[in-house]
């Protein structure tokens, strides 16, 4: 199975500032890398797809990049809505697989 | 609006089964397919089966491989995960979700609420 070592596991950063996030897969995966945002209790919700595309109704200053083996998703001015875990998964091919999550403290 | 309404979850004692369901609606469910994944206490998001929108397909992590069934009913917009000989380390919030691809497979685009599964003697 296709590992997603996903990085930092945890940040605290502050309204206004810019962040990155890092998925690194054990394999090529070409672009089959989406984001996940998941407030405590709730589902996960879909930021990102196919690496770079946002989401219908995710706010811009969301975006993805990456390609083969290493992917990011950036927030680039952070609200204090934004607290959350965020987590990558692989969608090439099976069994999906997500990584570990970073937890976002504003 | 899209809607995926998980049911079936509750305490069961290991080694046990136990179905859950998935009710839709809001979106054209035979041409989607649909996904379980669950997430333990305090942790990550694991992926655990998937089904093709027409049903021939099935895909399961290694972990749940010989154990999980997943399966849907298209004529009554139902998905299913059927599990057997539960183990303690199962218990988990288990979600059902949809797919954004049509007639194919892709990424999770919507997902439920979500159903607690705990094991537990």
Known sequence: AIQMTQSPSSLSASVGDRVTITCRASQEISDDVAWYQQEPGKAPKLLIYAVSNLQTGVPSRFSGSGSGTVFTLTI???????????????????????GQGTKLEI | QVQLVESGGGVVQ??????????????????????????????????????????????????????????????????????NSLRPDETAVYYCAKDRVTFGVGEIDFWGQGTPVTVSS
Do not use: M
Not at chain 2, 49 to 61: E, L
């Open chain 1, 76 to 98: 680039s001015s952070l609200q204090p809505e934004d607290s959350a875990t965020y987590s990558c998964l692989q969608d090439n091919s099976y069994p999906y697989t997500f």
């Open chain 2, 14 to 83: 290991p080694g046990r089964s136990l179905r859950l369901s998935c009710a839709a609606s809001g979106f054209t469910f035979s041409i989607h397919a649909l996904h379980w994944v669950r997430q333990a206490p305090g942790k990550g998001l694991e992926w655990v089966a998937v089904i093709s929108f027409d049903g021939t397909k099935r895909y399961y992590a290694d972990s749940v491989k010989g154990r999980f069934t997943i399966s849907r009913d298209n004529s009554r917009n139902i998905l299913y995960l059927e599990i």
